[in-house]
């Protein structure tokens, strides 16, 4: 598909500089200078940026990082080394957003801001052919990443992983890469419409017809996850459709600057569920769930997509929001006798689940709803556990900072379950309990898993 530029209404307002280097005469086309020019210093947002509060840096914060674009735009300084460090830096996770008076949109800032920067890469080789494997080679190919899974079972199931581990092999990746290696669950080729096929009918009179989003990484590495979602919403009365041709959200692809991409695969889901004349389509990641919301934003320089998009984002919606809101909700229950003792159940916050889908609260509600638990709400729970997509990959060194001061937090919780409700948070959340925490005593899983499992627990009871 042919490249668009990613124009935007204030055009006119921009300062009329002849740049002499390519990456600020990107910058000058690519970002919009109202959000820029919006931003009003005040600083509210400095709390609530993570990397601002890991490192009291001005330029470490969304006022610094958007000074930064500014002062480029404007001819004040060049884009150097560290405005391409700090532009990186930045999680994402959009913190910044809500405390913000003047209503900047940060995150279409830093995305258009990556954009540009990948306009004029400067990685080394191996990045680059990284980038290029998995942006284009993988996660677009829905068959590609069933090899994959398939691959990866091989691999822990063969008793391969178990001679990589003793040999030392695995001495040879970096530290955080071998971290990351010893927390993954079972991959599996079997998704979730290989396990349950494409239509799913409801429990009861149907509610409503919904379709699932079932994500790329997602299918393959929590297989059971999408399962558990799926029945879940036909026991809450939703009858289920799965269409096997949808791709990968593009919320990576537009995390890391690579926005055609990222609007390719848009148009494809756009057409795909568009299709199916669905009443929601549900996300059961955060993550996925808050660029499948804007997707009217993505193409609305896109004149032939622009309207199908705004009805493909008007149905977006978290599953716990729709069992919570329009669901029959089932009965959960922790235990069945009555003299057991409660048990201490945590919520980590999906960053773009509470920031940008506004649906923090319908997970906390649902966890509530469980009888012989107790919810205990973890200080600074809104707080980015250090995941974002792969910023653990990319900058393992703030992530694994942010990690640690977030498993004093949840440690102080004393709770037997962290729950959360995005494939990143939760293997971030795992690895930190295996790192800061006592796996012993605290299981970490998805919000639907746990809930999936406490309605089994109340129908054989
Ligand atoms: S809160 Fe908003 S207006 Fe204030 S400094 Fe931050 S981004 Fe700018
Ligand atoms: S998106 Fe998150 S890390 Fe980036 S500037 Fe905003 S609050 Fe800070």
Redesign the pocket.
């Known amino acids: 598909m042919a490249k668009q530029s990613n124009t935007h209404p204030s055009l006119d307002n921009k300062p009329q500089i002849n740049h002499t280097n390519p990456l600020s005469r990107t910058l000058l086309e690519k970002l919009d200078y109202d959000q820029l020019t919006?931003?009003?210093?005040?600083?509210?947002?400095l709390p609530a940026c993570p990397t601002f509060r890991e490192t009291g840096v001005e330029p470490e914060s969304?006022?610094g990082r958007?000074a930064l674009m500014k002062a480029v735009v404007d001819g004040m300084m060049e884009p150097d080394d560290m405005f391409r460090d700090q532009m990186n830096h930045c999680l994402g996770c959009r913190a910044?957003e809500p405390?913000?008076?003047?209503d900047?949109k940060?995150g279409q800032l830093i995305e258009q801001a990556r954009d540009a920067i990948e306009d004029h890469p400067n990685h080394s080789l191996s990045v680059k052919g990284m980038r290029k494997l998995f942006f284009k080679g993988v996660f677009p190919h829905r068959n590609r990443l069933k090899v994959l899974g398939g691959a990866m079972k091989f691999y822990q199931k063969s008793g391969l992983r178990r001679v990589a581990r003793g040999t030392g092999m695995m001495k040879l990746f970096p530290r955080h890469l071998q971290q990351m290696e010893s927390i993954l669950p079972d991959a599996t080729s079997n998704g979730v419409v290989e396990q349950l096929g494409t239509v799913y009918p409801a429990t009861g009179t149907p509610i409503a017809r919904v379709a699932l989003f079932r994500g790329c990484i997602m299918d393959v590495m929590f297989a059971d996850t999408n399962c558990n979602t799926v029945k879940l919403l036909s026991e809450a009365g939703f009858e289920v459709v799965i269409p096997p041709e949808q791709v990968c959200c593009g919320a990576l692809h537009a995390h890391s600057g690579e926005m055609e991409q990222a609007r390719d695969l848009a148009r494809i889901n756009v057409r795909v569920f568009k299709e199916l004349n669905v009443d929601y389509i549900v996300s059961n990641a955060g993550g996925c769930g808050a660029l499948l919301i804007e997707y009217d934003h993505l193409l609305q320089q896109d004149v032939a997509w622009k309207e199908q998009a705004s009805w493909f984002a008007s149905r977006v919606v978290d599953i716990s929001r729709l069992l919570l809101e329009h669901g029959r909700l089932p009965a959960f229950a922790e235990s069945s006798e009555s003299n057991s003792e409660p048990v201490i159940v945590t919520y980590q916050d999906s960053c773009h689940l509470r920031n940008v889908m506004h649906s923090g609260a319908a997970p906390r509600e649902l966890i509530r709803q469980v009888t012989n638990v107790t919810f205990e709400e973890m200080k600074e729970a809104d707080r980015c556990c250090g995941s974002a997509g792969i910023y653990n990959v990319t900058q393992p060194e703030m992530a694994g900072q942010i990690l640690e001061h977030k498993m004093e937090n949840v440690n102080a919780t004393g709770a037997r379950y962290l729950l959360t409700s995005n494939p990143g948070c939760l293997l971030q959340m795992k690895l930190g309990v295996e790192k800061h925490g006592d796996s012993k005593s605290m299981e970490v899983q998805h919000v639907v898993d746990f809930l999936y499992e406490r309605l089994a627990k109340t129908k054989d009871n």
Do not use: E, K, W
């Open positions: 919006n931003c009003m210093r005040c600083g509210f947002c969304p006022r958007i910044c405390v913000c008076p003047a900047v940060y």
